[in-house]
C-alpha cells in the first residue's frame, strides 16, 4: 500500500524558512514524478514545484527562487527547501507522486492525475 507522509509544516514570521519532507513508502519512489501542491482555506489546489526521477526541478513563478525541491531516492523522500515566506504562502502542503512526468509549469492541477497524495502539512506564515 503506497503511503505519503508530510512533515515539518508549522507557524513562522514573514521573513524565515521552513524545510518540508515527504516520506513515501510502497512504491517504487525512484521512478515516480513527485509535486508539492498547497491549498490554503476557500481557494484551490496550486501547484508548487515537481522534481522528475532524473532531478529536472521546475517551480511556480511565485515561489521561484524563494523555494528548492529536491529528493533522496535511497531515503525515499522529497523535501521542499522554504526561504523568505510570505504570508500568502499560507497554506496546507501536500505530497503527490505520479508515474508520468508532466513537461514545464503545472498551471492547473487539476488537469492532471495524481497516482497517490499525502495528507499534508500545514504551513502558516504571519507578517
Known amino acids: 500500500e503506497a503511503r505519503l507522509v508530510e512533515s515539518g509544516g508549522g507557524s513562522v514570521q514573514a521573513g524565515q524558512s521552513l524545510t518540508l519532507s515527504c516520506v513515501v513508502s510502497?512504491?517504487?519512489?525512484?521512478?515516480?514524478?513527485m509535486s508539492w501542491v498547497r491549498q490554503a482555506p476557500g481557494q484551490g489546489q496550486e501547484w508548487v514545484a515537481s522534481i522528475s526521477s532524473d532531478d529536472e526541478t521546475t517551480y511556480a513563478t511565485s515561489v521561484k527562487d524563494r523555494f528548492t525541491i529536491s529528493r533522496d531516492n535511497a531515503k525515499m523522500t522529497v523535501y521542499l527547501q522554504m526561504n523568505s515566506l510570505k504570508s500568502e504562502d499560507t497554506a496546507r502542503y501536500y505530497c503527490?507522486?505520479?508515474?508520468?512526468?508532466?513537461?514545464?509549469?503545472?498551471?492547473?492541477?487539476?488537469?492532471?492525475?495524481?497516482?497517490?497524495w499525502g495528507k499534508g502539512t500545514q504551513v502558516t506564515v504571519s507578517s
Open positions: 510502497g512504491i517504487p519512489f525512484s521512478r515516480f514524478y
Open positions: 503527490a507522486a505520479r508515474l508520468l512526468p508532466i513537461d514545464g509549469e503545472v498551471k492547473d492541477v487539476s488537469y492532471y492525475t495524481y497516482n497517490y
